[in-house]
């Protein structure tokens, strides 16, 4: 059998508000937090993709990779 996926695949780099409890702020700065971290992770997918990693499984993550852009732009529009 493979190995875990957590061997296979690197963690993106952290970004400032990554593992950073919230104090005091709005549910909507939360959330703004939040989508913005998403979409990093997702540009970071996209870089890890068009620089070949994964060959075996880039149609599928390239997939996912453009339905996650569609679902935060939905959740941004919404939030505004």
């Given at each position: 059998m493979g190995e875990p996926f957590n061997a296979v695949m690197s963690q993106p780099p952290s970004s400032p508000s990554s593992g950073q409890a919230?104090?005091?702020g709005s549910g909507s700065?939360?959330?703004q937090q939040l989508l913005e971290k998403l979409q990093?992770?997702?540009?970071w997918l996209?870089?890890?993709l068009d620089s070949g990693r994964w060959?075996?499984?880039?149609l599928d993550l390239a997939a996912l990779e453009r339905e996650?852009?569609?679902?935060?732009?939905q959740a941004?529009?919404?939030l505004d």
């Open positions: 919230s104090s005091g700065e939360e959330l990093e992770d997702r540009l996209l870089r890890e060959p075996e499984w880039r996650l852009g569609q679902l935060l732009d941004a529009d919404r």
